[in-house]
């Protein structure tokens, strides 16, 4: 199974766009990246989730690279609210488990 | 629609002890999974249940245990506590549609175990 690679912490200005990176260059030709975030003391949050195509939806973005080595996801207007740390996460092929990574804390920044 | 519920929240035992948890799935869902969150390992896979029979299962000792009732909802149980067992416990709910599909989890809020 796949594992990925995610800063360990980044800052970004309330209401700018927050861009977290993550590389996967191991990933399997049909493992789904997924992107979950857990705000403090709270169950982590489904965000989004894609194969190969970009995806959209009512919280962020995801973009994942022609090669599918590494993806983006894209908060458009961050708020102090998206403060979390977020998973880029590989699903698992053998038992279809989600293997979870250390993260990204993202801090939003008024 | 209700969420994903689990109970107790907060809990402390002794080491030796033994411990229940319990998840109640969000109403229509089938696959519970567990996970164990440690500030030094992150979150790691304890085992999924669906249809009351457990799929999947993560690389943890026997000591860890789960089973899962006619209604979806799940209980784990933990022998012989040790100090290292000190986590917060996440239970999962989904509903996959075919073995290919994806299978979004929501997450209820934990339960924080702390072994003395």
């Known amino acids: 199974d796949a594992k990925t690679t995610q800063p360990p912490s980044m800052d970004c200005a309330e209401g700018r766009a927050a861009n977290l990176p993550c590389n996967h260059s191991?990933?399997?030709?049909?493992?789904?990246v997924y992107w979950y975030r857990q705000i403090h003391s709270q169950g982590p949050q489904y965000i989004i989730h894609g194969l190969k195509n970009n995806e959209t939806n009512e919280m962020a973005s995801l973009i994942i690279t022609e090669d599918r080595k590494s993806s983006t996801l894209i908060l458009p207007h961050a708020t102090l609210r998206d403060t979390a740390v977020y998973y880029c996460i590989v699903r698992g092929l053998i038992n279809y488990q989600l293997i979870w990574g250390a993260g990204t804390k993202l801090i939003i920044k008024p | 629609k209700a969420g994903v519920t689990q109970t107790p929240r907060y809990l402390i035992k002794t080491r030796g002890q033994q411990v229940t948890l319990s998840c109640s799935p969000i109403s229509g869902h089938r696959s519970v999974s567990w996970y164990q969150q440690t500030p030094g390992q992150g979150l790691q896979f304890l085992f999924e249940y669906f249809s009351e029979t457990q799929r999947n299962k993560g690389n943890f000792p026997g000591r860890f245990s789960g089973r899962q009732f006619s209604n979806s909802r799940s209980e784990m149980n933990v022998s012989t506590l040790e100090l290292g067992d000190s986590a917060l416990y996440l239970c999962a709910s989904g509903h996959p549609n075919t073995r290919s599909s994806y299978n979004e989890q929501f997450f209820g809020p934990g339960t924080r175990l702390t072994v003395l």
């Open positions: 191991t990933i399997s030709g049909n493992e789904y």
